[in-house]
């Protein structure tokens, strides 16, 4: 069973970058699709991005053109490059094997200040 775990997150200005890494600890990694989804405080998960496993990416409309998802299988990570973030991009951000959620890793804190 793969578990994931979230890792770069972090306290940024406004308009500021980060990107977030995601590593799966099995074999199983490559074939999954890997969701990123978020928690802005007070509020439910919320689907942010998701890359197959041939490393097709789609994203929310709100992210478009700022966000970038990637993947490397032989490292079974993923990667969230983050750039011009803005104040609505706080919140608890999470790796995931489904969109649900149900399947996702502890999370890293991401804050954007003014």
């Known amino acids: 069973l793969v578990q994931l775990v979230e890792s770069g997150g972090g306290s940024v200005q406004l308009g500021g970058s980060l990107t977030l890494t995601c590593v799966g600890n099995?074999?199983?990694?490559?074939?999954?699709?890997i969701y990123w989804l978020r928690q802005a405080p007070g509020k439910g998960l919320e689907w942010v991005s998701d890359?197959?496993?041939?490393?097709?990416?789609d994203y929310t409309d709100s992210v478009k053109g700022r966000f970038t998802t990637s993947r490397d299988n032989a490292k079974r990570t993923a990667y969230l490059q983050m750039t011009s973030l803005r104040l609505a991009d706080t919140g608890v951000y999470y790796c995931?094997?489904?969109?649900?959620?149900?399947?996702r890793g502890p999370g890293t804190q991401v804050s954007v200040s003014a």
């Open positions: 995931a094997l489904d969109i649900s959620g149900k399947r």
């Open positions: 099995d074999f199983g990694f490559p074939y999954y699709i």
């Open positions: 890359i197959s496993a041939e490393g097709s990416t």
